[in-house]
């Protein structure tokens, strides 16, 4: 995948992925003193944002999904199976302690993932529905890659 500072677009090999304002330069937490990291925002359907990060040459993206703009004012979204069957989004709530890290941790749709699987991702959250029940740590999806969610692919 081809992430350019500046540009409005993520492309892979078979897809090119608009976002939502121009791609930035973003230091890696875990390496500090690298600079090639990459940040972006893509709109992914009405009140769902997807910031993903990487790094110049390596093949896994670093996902988060958003109840909109990325940061300490917006909830984190969730990916949960539903009592009766099924998966929706859920919005996590602000934690009672005021700390919004602490609410979403554990909680929040947040993994890396090969950039290969970016577009699937998009195309599984544009098509669930949202649910108004609170995630919980139990109720969420866990997995590598996209191996806690279904395939979109029909076989």
Known sequence: ???????????????????????????????????????????????LKLRVSGHDGRPDVLVEAWAGEPGDDTDGVAVVGLAGGGLALARVPLC???????GNAGVQLRKTLPSQDLPELIALLRALPWTSAVPTRPDVLRGGGLAALPS????
């Open 1 to 47: 995948m081809r992430a350019e500072v500046g540009s409005s677009e993520l492309v892979g090999p078979d897809w090119r992925l608009a976002v939502e304002g121009p791609i930035e330069r973003s230091r890696p937490v875990d390496a500090p003193d690298r600079d090639d990291g990459w940040l972006a925002v893509l709109g992914i359907r009405r009140e």
């Open 152 to 155: 979109t692919n029909s076989a």
């Open 96 to 102: 009672e302690c005021g700390d919004r890290g602490c």
